[in-house]
């Protein structure tokens, strides 16, 4: 049978690192892990109660074959746990397997799991090798690459965490078979972001392949998350700590933040809220003049053929403005917004007005 293997570098310096991507590769990380830190020696692997029964047997099997000495950390399932308290059960982990400074800890699972392992594995002795090995679409085509580590605080999103980039993206497509497909939507919305940023043609590749995915065609989706991949590496490697351009990436993020905080993260997935958020983003770009007329119903279309939910929820202004106002992504007071100046072509904008927000609002 044959396997399609690809490889992006992420061309960082001295902390550059490989994304490897290959149908099948879950129970070949051994060769890898000791090639970035040495003979095998301890390692955790961390993982959560939804992803632990799929895939934790096999990776731990392929370890203790090369002579690894494995731990787990086994975290409970979903973004309410994506807490300092479940961040610190990780810390605690880590102690306890007495991991030394150059042994490394595996995130095995979605987003969420990579987040917190990331932060954990950059606090945990001022910094430890760190693996991603991601088993949704969106932590394989985002949240594993590009090193931002966080865990939520009641009061926003995120709002703790750590620039630290892992030594290794793992990345094997067919552990995506057992994912939700609700789940595969998300994710594909957060490939389709790169199309809107700065790739119109692999729009139109996603829209032409759309089936495939959805019917998690494993060789198609190892094409869809590289080239994901490398739209994401490129924009880390210009500007890894979003000083400027890595700010493109939180297209719809503004608004889609701002959805899942007032419906509090009950009622979205990440990737649907961003979906909705891009939505309002295209309209807010058409009414200031940027974008030309027909981009928000181009989006709004390839959402709908994904699956993906278009529809704005409706909350006063007063209260959009609050959940914006608390986005970390702000400079000062201001709200930076990623707008289109159409597809393919996004850019940031700091000089938009509230009445502007008011007036988009009003028009849904
Ligand atoms: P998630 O990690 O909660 O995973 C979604 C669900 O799928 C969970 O129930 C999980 O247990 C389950 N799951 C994971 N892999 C599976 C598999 N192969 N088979 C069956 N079930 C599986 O959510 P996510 O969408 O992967 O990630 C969302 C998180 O990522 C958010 O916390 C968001 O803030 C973060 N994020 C981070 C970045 C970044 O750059 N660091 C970028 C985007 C999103
Ligand atoms: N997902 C946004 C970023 O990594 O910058």
């Known amino acids: 049978m044959s396997r399609q293997v690809m490889n992006y570098t992420v061309a960082l310096g001295e902390y550059a690192y490989d994304i490897h991507i290959e149908p099948g590769c879950l129970n070949r990380i051994a060769g890898s892990l000791g090639g970035l830190v040495g003979d095998p020696s301890r390692c955790l692997i961390v993982s959560n109660t939804r992803i632990a029964p799929l895939y934790m047997k096999q990776v731990r099997a392929a370890l203790e074959k090369a002579g690894w000495q494995v731990s787990e950390c086994i975290l409970p399932d979903g973004e309410r746990f994506k807490t300092l308290e479940t961040w610190s059960k990780i810390l605690d982990a880590l102690m306890q397997a007495r991991l030394s400074r150059n042994e490394p800890v595996i995130a095995l699972g979605g987003g969420v799991v990579g987040d917190m392992t ?20 969106l932590a394989q085509v985002d949240s594993s690459v590009g090193g931002k580590t966080a865990i939520n605080h009641p009061h926003g999103k995120n709002m703790i965490g ?14 995506l078979k057992t994912l939700d497909v609700r789940e595969l939507r998300a994710g594909l919305g957060e490939a389709i972001k790169y199309g809107l940023i700065r790739d119109a043609e692999f729009l139109e590749w996603c829209a032409s392949n759309l089936e495939k995915v959805l019917a998690f065609n494993a060789d198609v989706l190892a094409t869809l998350i590289h080239t994901s991949c490398r739209h994401k590496a490129e924009i880390v490697v210009a500007d890894e700590t979003e000083q400027g351009m890595r700010a493109l990436l939180n297209l719809g993020h503004t608004f889609g933040h701002a959805i899942e905080s007032m419906t509090h993260y009950t009622e979205y997935l990440h990737g649907e809220g961003v979906a909705i958020g891009t939505i309002m983003a295209a309209r807010l770009s058409e009414q200031l003049g940027y974008a030309p ?26 209260a959009w403005l609050d959940a914006m106002g608390h986005d970390k992504k702000n400079v000062g007071s201001r709200i930076r917004y990623v707008l289109l100046r159409g597809i393919g072509d996004a850019f940031i904008a700091e000089d938009v007005q509230p009445e502007a927000i008011e007036a988009l609002i009003a028009s849904f």
């Not at 954990?120 to 088993?135: D, E, K």
């Not at 620039?163 to 793992?170: C, D, E, N, R, S």
């Open 118 to 137: 990331g932060f954990a594995a950059a606090c945990y002795r001022r910094g430890i090798p760190f693996v991603q090995m991601p088993t949704t679409l």
């Open 162 to 175: 750590a620039f630290y980039q892992p030594k290794l993206v793992w990345i094997d497509p067919q552990v």
């Open 293 to 318: 007329a027909g981009t928000e119903q181009h989006i709004r279309d390839c959402y709908l053929s994904v699956g993906l939910p278009v529809e704005v929820p409706v909350f006063p202004a007063a």
